[in-house]
């Protein structure tokens, strides 16, 4: 069974962002992995800049992920729209388990209040690209050049799903 912690520990977050770092195929596999230097700069910025989440399965990490560029309504600061980035750990990286935590990671960012969900993924990356797809998301265009790895511009896919009340689905 797959749970989302919607405020997961700095310790717990400092584990899976360990993991992450140590991933040689970290850049392939996410968007924006300039964003965070380091693990301490992550942490720093949960709670100011980003919302973190952390899927569990059998009760063991099995993917982070994070909202950024909240947008934000007043008078409540209600978020309506955020990018979303996501890095699923090694051992969970099956069809199956990519699906269940999308799953119960989009139903508590819908109760959140995110009414607009946007992704970016590099156009190289299938993976990513295909899991977007199966989790709802609609490609919007293909950005050239947009983001940067390794000294190297990359072509990008920005995607938008949106996001009613459970059941308006």
């Known amino acids: 069974m797959t749970t989302i912690d919607m405020s997961p520990s700095p310790n717990a977050l400092l584990h899976c962002w360990r993991i992450f770092e140590a991933d040689p195929l970290r850049p392939m596999l996410l968007a924006d992995t300039t964003t965070f230097v380091s693990a301490q700069h992550f942490l720093n910025a949960v709670g100011n800049s980003i919302v973190p989440f952390l899927a569990r399965v059998g009760g063991n990490p099995a993917a982070i992920a994070w909202l950024y560029d909240i ?12 990018f979303v980035a996501v890095y699923v750990l090694l051992d969970y990286r099956t069809c199956h388990l990519i699906r269940q935590c999308a799953e119960a990671f989009l139903t508590q960012v819908r109760d959140y209040g995110v009414k607009h969900l946007w992704a970016e993924a590099r156009c190289d990356n299938l993976q990513s690209r295909y899991a977007l797809r199966a989790c709802g998301f609609e490609k919007i265009v293909m950005l050239p050049s947009w983001k940067r790895y390794a000294g190297v511009w990359q072509n990008m896919e920005l995607y938008h799903l949106p996001l009613g009340p459970r059941g308006d689905q």
């Open 71 to 82: 947008a934000m309504v007043p008078p409540k600061m209600t978020p309506v729209s955020a």
